[in-house]
C-alpha cells in the first residue's frame, strides 16, 4: 500500500506540470543521456553520431519552452540545458584550436556568446524564484548557476580567443565586440558579478584594453578607442604602440588640437622615450612658424628632462632663428652630448659659429681702424671660423656620402682661415 501510495503521489506530481515543463523534464533526460555519451572521450563514430543526433533533437526540443509563459517551474532547467547543449557543441572547437587547426571563427563566437546568455538566464530565473539566499544551496534549482558559473568564466577567456581570431582574419568590428564583452563580462553577466570584476591594476586588464584598443582603432570605432585609452596605457609592453594609436586616431579625425595636446602628453610623461613625438610636435610648430608654441613646449620639456636630446636642439633652432647664435651653440653642443651621432646638431652649432664670424667680418665695413686694430679684428672673424670647423668635420665623419651637406660649409672655412690646399679639396668634392 505504502508504494501504491508513492507512485500515486509521483503521477500527481508529474500531472501537476504544465505541458512546457514537462518538455524540459524529458528533455532532461535526453540532455543526461548526451551528457553521459561527451564523457567518453573514447567514443567511437557511432556514439559520436548518436550524440550529435541527442544535441540537435534536444535543443530542437528546448527552443520553444525557453520563453513560453507556459513553462512555469522549469525555466531555470530549460535555459541550463540549452546552456550546456552548446558547451558540447563548442568542446570540440577548443580540441581544434588547441591542435592548431583552423576553425569556424564566426560559429565559435555563436556558440560562446549564446552558451553565456543562456546560463545567464538560468541565473536570472533563478533569482526571479524568489528563493532567499540561504537556502539556495539546498535547493536543486540553484544548483544550475552554481555549476554553470565554471563554465561561464571558461568562456570568458574564450570571448578573448574569439577577438584574436576575428583580429587575424581582419573582422575589426567582430573583433572590437569580442575584447568590449570580455571588458564588460561583469556587467553584462550578472551570474559572475563578482567573479569576473575586473581589477584595474592587473596587468591581464591593461593587456586587454591594449587588445581593444588596437581592434577599435582599425574599426574606426574612436569613441571605444578612448574609453580603453587610459587602461591600455598601464600595459607597460606596448606603451609605445598604445600611444601611436592615441595619436593617429586624432589625426585621421581631423583633430590637430587633440593630437598637439595628447602628443605633449605622452612626450611629457616620458621625454627619453618619446623622441620622436617631440619631433614631430616641434616639426609641426616650426612648420607653422609658430615659434611661441614651439619655445612653449621646449621649456616644458627642458624642464621635465634638462638632458633631453631633441628639447636641447630645438631650444638651440629657435635661437638660432632669431639670430642668437651665441645662446645657441651651448644648446646644440648639450644636443650631442646626449647624441654622439646627432649629424643635424653638430651642423648648426658650426652653422652658429660661422654666422658669428660673418657677422664680426660685415660689421668692419666702413669702420675706421688702425692696421694693427683690423688685424686683431680679422683674427676675431678666423677665431669663429675656426671653431666651426671640427663641428662640420664630425658631420663629414657621420655623412661621408653626402658632401654637399658639408663640403660647401668646409670650404669657407678653408677660405677665411686661407687654408688653400684644403678649401680646393673641399671645392673637388663639390664638382
Same mark, same amino acid.
Given at each position: 500500500m505504502k508504494k501504491l501510495f508513492c507512485a500515486l503521489a509521483l503521477l500527481t506530481a508529474t500531472l501537476s506540470?504544465?505541458?512546457?515543463?514537462?518538455?524540459?523534464?524529458?528533455?532532461?533526460?535526453?540532455? %543526461?543521456?548526451?551528457?553521459?555519451?561527451?564523457? @567518453?572521450?573514447?567514443? @567511437?563514430?557511432?556514439?559520436?553520431?548518436?550524440?550529435?543526433?541527442?544535441i540537435a533533437t534536444t535543443l530542437e526540443a528546448i527552443e520553444p519552452t525557453l520563453n513560453n509563459p507556459e513553462t512555469k517551474k522549469q525555466k531555470a532547467n530549460a535555459w541550463d540545458i540549452k546552456a550546456n547543449l552548446l558547451l558540447f557543441k563548442i568542446n570540440p572547437i577548443i580540441s581544434q584550436l588547441q591542435a592548431e587547426q583552423p576553425v569556424d571563427t564566426a560559429e565559435f563566437a555563436a556558440l560562446v556568446i549564446g552558451?553565456?546568455?543562456?546560463?545567464?538566464?538560468?541565473?536570472?530565473? %533563478?533569482?526571479?524564484?524568489?528563493?532567499?539566499?540561504?537556502?539556495?544551496?539546498? @535547493?536543486?534549482?540553484?544548483?544550475?548557476?552554481?555549476?554553470?558559473?565554471?563554465?561561464?568564466? @571558461?568562456?570568458?577567456?574564450?570571448?578573448?580567443?574569439?577577438?584574436?581570431?576575428?583580429?587575424?582574419?581582419?573582422?575589426?568590428?567582430?573583433?572590437?565586440?569580442?575584447?568590449?564583452?570580455?571588458?564588460?563580462?561583469?556587467?553584462?553577466?550578472?551570474?559572475?558579478?563578482?567573479?569576473?570584476?575586473?581589477?584595474?591594476?592587473?596587468p591581464n586588464t591593461a593587456k586587454m584594453a591594449y587588445f581593444t584598443c588596437l581592434a577599435s582603432y582599425f574599426a574606426k570605432d574612436y569613441k571605444t578607442l578612448a574609453e580603453y585609452m587610459p587602461l591600455a596605457k598601464k600595459y607597460s609592453q606596448e606603451l609605445n604602440q598604445v600611444n601611436q594609436l592615441e595619436m593617429t586616431a586624432f589625426i585621421e579625425q581631423g583633430d590637430t588640437l587633440g593630437w598637439l595636446n595628447a602628443g605633449k602628453r605622452i612626450v611629457l610623461e616620458d621625454p627619453q622615450a618619446n623622441d620622436g613625438v617631440a619631433q614631430n610636435i616641434l616639426a609641426y610648430y616650426f612648420n607653422h612658424n609658430d615659434t611661441k608654441g614651439a619655445l612653449e613646449f621646449t621649456e616644458a620639456l627642458l624642464a621635465k628632462d634638462p638632458d633631453s636630446k631633441i628639447a636641447n636642439y630645438a631650444k638651440g633652432i629657435t635661437l638660432m632663428n632669431d639670430k642668437k647664435y651665441a645662446e645657441a651653440i651651448p644648446f646644440f653642443v648639450k644636443a650631442t652630448e646626449a647624441d654622439p651621432d646627432f649629424s643635424d646638431a653638430f651642423y648648426n652649432a658650426g652653422v652658429c659659429y660661422s654666422n658669428i664670424g660673418y657677422d664680426i667680418n660685415e660689421s668692419l665695413n666702413g669702420k675706421k681702424m688702425t692696421a694693427a686694430q683690423q688685424k686683431a679684428e680679422i683674427q676675431k672673424v678666423k677665431d669663429e671660423y675656426a671653431k666651426a670647423e671640427p663641428f662640420f668635420?664630425?658631420?663629414r665623419e657621420l655623412e661621408p656620402d653626402n658632401p654637399h651637406k658639408w663640403a660647401s660649409r668646409l670650404s669657407t672655412v678653408y677660405y677665411i682661415l686661407e687654408d688653400k690646399a684644403k678649401q680646393a679639396e673641399m671645392d673637388k668634392l663639390l664638382e
Open positions: 506540470l504544465s505541458a512546457q515543463d514537462r518538455a524540459v523534464r524529458n528533455a532532461r533526460f535526453k540532455f %543526461e543521456e548526451a551528457q553521459e555519451l561527451a564523457a @567518453n572521450p573514447q567514443r @567511437n563514430e557511432k556514439e559520436e553520431a548518436k550524440l550529435q543526433q541527442l552558451a553565456l546568455d543562456a546560463m545567464e538566464q538560468c541565473y536570472k530565473e %533563478e533569482v526571479a524564484a524568489g528563493i532567499p539566499e540561504k537556502f539556495q544551496k539546498d @535547493n536543486t534549482t540553484t544548483f544550475y548557476s552554481m555549476k554553470n558559473k565554471i563554465y561561464a568564466l @571558461n568562456c570568458r577567456q574564450y570571448l578573448a580567443f574569439c577577438g584574436q581570431m576575428f583580429f587575424t582574419n581582419h573582422q575589426y568590428d567582430k573583433a572590437k565586440d569580442a575584447f568590449t564583452k570580455y571588458m564588460h563580462f561583469s556587467e553584462i553577466y550578472t551570474l559572475l558579478a563578482e567573479e569576473a570584476k575586473m581589477d584595474p591594476e592587473d668635420l664630425r658631420v
